[in-house]
């Protein structure tokens, strides 16, 4: 007796149904690879040397660093435990928006989403497009994910004192490798995630850059306001943040990604026009997403 059709053509289409998540997984990590050989790749341009002013701009930072903790700091922590507590209380809430998880977790999901949805199925337009998307929400996590994970790393490493420990603020209180928080003031880790923020954002697009600056400068006066760092310790995180966010660009640039390498301005991105047409055909039909890699 020959098979029932119906029930043949639903045991074909079941499998293929299942098949959607590997798919996905597939383009992604094909596209992830892909991109982690682009990046980690020989350069394929000379950027400008560091100028001049950006060098001096860091010594002056560090010796800035250095002061503070002479003559800033315990009168920092001393005004700050003199705020009524209503003030204390609003940045305890505003300061939440400085940890880095708040550009990190958005920017790694978009660029997920763009690894498992593109594939050589679509139009070589749409391809293109989604890539040069995808190259930018790389360079934002990257600039921001990198300078974290060092910090996260040398302030334990550092292990200097948060103000509030042992009753009064000692600016030179140190217990380097304890890897405990209470000793993982320098450098602040909000003035880092929010000024790697404000710098790779501003990159890519300048209008942005008057309001991610205003963003990092409330946040890291929070971290002070809430005695949960020293200016020191803000300043050398904003130094940190703002300078792996710049030397990630470079490393973009000579790769000829999102960058240019002649003066590390950022190439025109796709239009909004262009954006959700190829948004349309990826969603047109199934096949598309889960062509072949």
Not at 165 to 176: I, K, L, N, R, S
Not at 211 to 232: E, G, N, Q
Request: hydrophobic share 55%.
């Amino acid at each position: 007796m020959p098979p029932d059709k119906t029930v043949t053509a639903q045991r074909t289409d079941t499998p293929a149904g299942s098949f959607w998540p590997a798919a996905l997984i597939r383009n992604a990590l094909g596209n992830l690879e892909r991109w982690s050989r682009a990046l980690t790749g020989a350069p394929q341009a000379k950027v400008p040397p560091l100028p001049a002013g950006a060098i001096v701009a860091f010594i002056l930072t560090l010796t800035a660093v250095v002061a503070s903790m002479f003559f800033l700091d315990a009168q920092a922590s001393g005004w700050a435990g003199r705020e009524p507590q209503w003030f204390r209380r609003v940045f305890e809430d505003i300061t939440n928006f400085g940890l880095g998880g708040w550009f990190l977790f958005p920017f790694g999901s978009v660029l997920l989403c763009l690894a498992a949805l593109i594939s050589p199925a679509l139009s070589q337009l749409s391809r293109g497009v989604l890539a040069a998307l995808a190259a930018r929400f790389g360079f934002l996590f990257l600039a921001v994910g990198v300078p974290g994970l060092f910090v996260s790393i040398v302030k334990r490493l550092i292990g200097r004192a948060r103000p509030y420990v042992g009753g009064h603020d000692d600016p030179f209180a140190y217990m380097p490798f304890i890897w405990r928080p209470e000793y993982a003031s320098m450098p602040s880790g909000h003035a880092t995630a929010s000024t790697a923020a404000a710098f790779a954002i501003g990159a890519i697009w300048p209008q942005a850059r008057g309001v991610m600056w205003l963003y990092a400068f409330i946040i890291m006066f929070s971290r002070i306001v809430v005695l949960a760092h020293h200016p020191s310790d803000v300043i050398a995180g904003a130094l940190v943040g703002i300078g792996g966010a710049a030397l990630m660009r470079r490393w973009f640039a000579t790769r000829r990604l999102v960058f240019s390498a002649r003066d590390l301005g950022p190439y025109p991105g796709p239009s909004l026009a262009r954006i959700k047409a190829a948004l349309r055909e990826v969603m047109r039909s199934p096949g598309v997403v889960v062509g072949r890699l």
